[in-house]
């Protein structure tokens, strides 16, 4: 499960009975009645929730309490749905808020609770709900996923990946943990742990043409060009304009000194992506250093028109070799 931007709200009502809220069937009318008309005042209420009538919501969900206090979980839920779809995260929370006091073990109410605090900008709080989340079920997979997620966007790598790892140990299934570990095992230098986590999630989609891309970088970084080729010939065969993949093969290529390869790869990658500044400049360096010097201009001026740091240096050297070069030809020889 994917942490959600908006606030989720489990709707248990809609037309009819409230699960739980039955009409007995008995000789007390007035009971009876009771119910009905509390259940008449819940579907209004849910009507103008949904209408964004907030006002008229508010005023027929609390008749609906005063009569049937068991509906005040619904009630206050579409409250609270409503207020979020008009941006009233505060209000949203306080109606929450309400809900888990009544109901403190209810792992849903909570998950909505976080959304409408990440909603609100409050990331901390909506940690304190994950955190609650696990304490009741420590079993949820999701619970942990996202709880990693939150502590990614803090920054804090190493809380991450000790949730990541908790979710992974609950649910081995679940491709996007292995997605979400191989980079932060490579950024806190763990390469193996990265590798064998993006094997995994490879395992788990096969046609995940990231992943590939991605494991190709940690072997490269490993210094394994053969598997890091594989790799990103896989995530090319599966992403057939993957620049930076393409990109990636030409160095490959570029470092055995097939230099037509490496060409080939580098232009694969501009045609795929024109402004990729790595396969213009590499394609203006190869071409420079097999003396191709138009080429090697050619793409250095298209890198500097993108705004390429590197451009200027670049121009600068091929004129200066392509100088040198001319004068070296012009010197007699000596007897």
């Not at 499960?1 to 709200?9: A, E, R, S, V």
């Not at 788990?204 to 043409?209: D, T």
């Not at 990636?248 to 232009?267: C, E, H, M, P, V």
Request: glycine share 6%; proline share 3%; aromatic share 8%.
């Amino acid at each position: 499960m994917k942490i959600c931007k908006g606030l989720i709200i489990l709707l248990l009502a809609c037309t009819g009975l409230i699960p739980g809220v039955v009409v007995a069937a008995n000789n007390d009318s007035t009971v009876d009645n009771s119910k009905k008309t509390a259940q008449e005042y819940l579907a209004r209420g849910i009507e103008s929730a949904k209408t964004g009538q907030i006002d008229q919501a508010r005023a027929a969900f609390a008749d609906a309490t005063r009569l049937l206090p068991e509906l005040a979980p619904v009630a206050w839920g579409n409250l609270a749905m409503a207020l979020g779809r008009q941006g009233q995260w505060r209000e949203a929370i306080d109606e929450l808020k309400k809900i888990v006091a009544l109901q403190p073990a209810d792992l849903m109410t909570h998950f909505n609770l976080a959304n409408a605090y990440l909603s609100a900008g409050e990331r901390d709080e909506a940690i304190d709900q994950y955190r609650t989340m696990i304490e009741l079920d420590p079993k949820l997979a999701w619970s942990h996923f996202n709880l990693a997620a939150l502590y990614l966007q803090k920054e804090d790598i190493g809380g991450a990946i000790e949730e990541f790892e908790k979710a992974a140990e609950l649910n081995s299934s679940m491709a996007a943990i292995y997605e979400k570990l191989g980079p932060l095992y490579d950024q806190v230098g763990q390469t193996d742990k990265a590798i064998a986590a993006y094997e995994k999630a490879i395992k788990l989609v096969p046609g995940n043409g990231v992943t590939q891309y991605n494991l190709g970088v940690v072997y490269m970084k490993n210094g394994d060009a053969e598997m890091a080729e594989k790799a990103y010939r896989k995530a090319v065969d599966l992403i057939p304009t993957y620049a930076e993949a393409y990109n990636n093969l030409g160095t490959i290529s570029l470092a055995r000194q097939d230099f037509k390869g490496a060409i080939l790869l580098f232009r694969k990658a501009v045609e795929s992506k024109p402004d990729l500044e790595q396969g213009l400049i590499n394609l203006s360096v190869t071409y420079r250093d097999i003396k191709e010097y138009e080429s090697a201009m050619l793409y250095a001026k298209k890198a500097k028109d993108i705004g390429s740091k590197r451009a200027e240096f670049l121009i600068g050297s091929i004129e200066k070799q392509q100088a040198e070069e001319k004068g070296a030809a012009e010197v007699p020889l000596v007897q």
